[in-house]
């Protein structure tokens, strides 16, 4: 069974700086997609950043600039450091880890908050 925890939420003044952590373990195809999502209050889950395996990125245009998604293969962990956080970041941010073989495998974790003071 795999499992993801996120680490690094909280409460920071606008212009300030996070970084998340998700540590994923259990049986994970090594060629994936992990990535971040968030959900605001009334909003739908968007997705903010992903890195495949090989290193590609994606990023949503709203954190181009400011986020930065990275991942240690090794540790299974993906990191997303948040600089110049906005009000408008304020959201609870979940990690997700994805795969295809045969069929789709996906995975969430349990979500950390992430709250940006003006």
């Known amino acids: 069974q795999v499992q993801l925890v996120e680490s690094g939420g909280g409460l920071v003044q606008a212009g300030g700086s996070l970084r998340l952590s998700c540590a994923a373990s259990g049986s994970i195809f090594s060629i994936n997609v992990m990535g971040w999502y968030r959900q605001a209050p009334g909003k739908q889950r968007e997705l903010v950043a992903t890195?495949?395996?090989?290193?590609?990125?994606r990023y949503v245009d709203s954190v181009k600039g400011r986020f930065t998604i990275s991942r240690d293969n090794a540790k299974k962990t993906v990191y997303l450091q948040m600089n110049r956080l906005k009000p408008e970041d304020t959201a609870v941010y979940y990690c997700n880890v994805h795969w295809r073989m045969y069929k789709d495998y996906d995975y969430w974790g349990q979500g950390t908050q992430v709250t940006v003071s003006s």
């Open positions: 890195i495949t395996s090989g290193g590609s990125l």
